[in-house]
């Protein structure tokens, strides 16, 4: 019996369906994040002013049409994926080019960028552009590709686990003189009840937990899915608790970093363990 390489997958509708709804749903969000930009007075700039000004009604068009945009490109994103991905890149565009970079701005481009990624790939799906991996243009490395595919995924794993487990080294290394309880509560106190996250010494124990036991978990690919979901949340604190106010810059104590660690954890947890992990020899994971 063969199988006809054209036939797509019984599940690849519900995949398109769940692109479509994610490109709507940020689409729609960074849309009306990049409305509240003028609406809030969240710009940095004068640029509002200064094209109401020099340009008028053309100002008014590009300040608000292209969040406007962005909004009617989720909405369409839904039936028809290539026309929202379009529009939602125009958003994504205007919002530097109006307003240069800072926290909303930021937000308002990841989350439309975020969506136009989404209903692109709802509308390769749609078109059966997706049905596999791209042919190679050297086709004698196939095999080597083919190959190291799961590798490549297991090096990503062992780095975000890894780099997680030398925080929680850092962490624990003192109570070896101080002991355990004092640490935790002296971390509990400084880094969690000062930022005002209660129950702090609840905090404190999840955190230490989590960049210890969790982090050797995502690294043997145990409970996957559980430990990376837990750290992308403790991220997330992280991110808009400890380093938002600050903005961007990693260097100058700003979000870069723990955004982009936050969504890599998110990104295995959607993943699961793969190939070369012990919830595969166990046969079960979350």
Request: aromatic share 10%.
């Amino acid at each position: 019996m063969t199988v006809d390489p054209q036939v797509m997958p019984a599940s690849a509708p519900k995949k398109a369906s769940a692109l479509r709804l994610g490109a709507a749903i940020f689409g729609v969000l960074g849309g009306l994040v990049g409305l509240a930009i003028p609406l809030l007075g969240w710009a940095t700039t004068t640029v509002v002013a200064n094209l109401a000004d020099t340009k008028g009604q053309l100002g008014a068009l590009a300040v608000y049409g292209a969040p406007a945009a962005s909004i009617l490109g989720g909405l369409l994103a839904l039936a028809t994926p290539g026309v929202g991905c379009a529009l939602m890149l125009a958003n994504t565009i205007a919002t530097f080019a109006l307003y240069g970079l800072n926290n909303f701005t930021i937000a308002a481009f990841a989350l439309s960028g975020l969506g136009c990624v989404l209903a692109f790939l709802a509308s390769a799906k749609a078109d059966g552009t997706a049905r596999g991996e791209p042919r190679p243009l050297i086709p004698s490395l196939a095999p080597l590709y083919a190959d190291t595919r799961e590798l490549s995924y297991l090096v990503v794993r062992l780095t975000a686990g890894g780099m997680l487990l030398v925080h929680g080294i850092v962490k624990v290394l003192p109570m070896w003189e101080k002991g355990f309880t004092p640490v935790i509560e002296a971390f509990a106190a400084g880094s969690m009840a000062r930022r005002g996250i209660e129950p702090a010494i609840v905090a404190a124990y999840a955190v230490f937990f989590l960049e210890t036991i969790g982090a050797i978990c995502i690294m043997l690919g145990l409970f996957t899915r559980f430990f990376a979901a837990a750290v992308a949340i403790e991220f997330v604190v992280i991110t808009f608790i400890a380093h938002w106010p600050q903005g961007f810059t990693w260097s100058r104590g700003g979000w870069e970093y723990p955004l982009f660690w936050g969504l890599i954890m998110f990104a295995i947890a959607l993943r699961g363990g793969g190939p070369y992990t012990l919830d595969r020899k166990l046969g079960r994971e979350l």
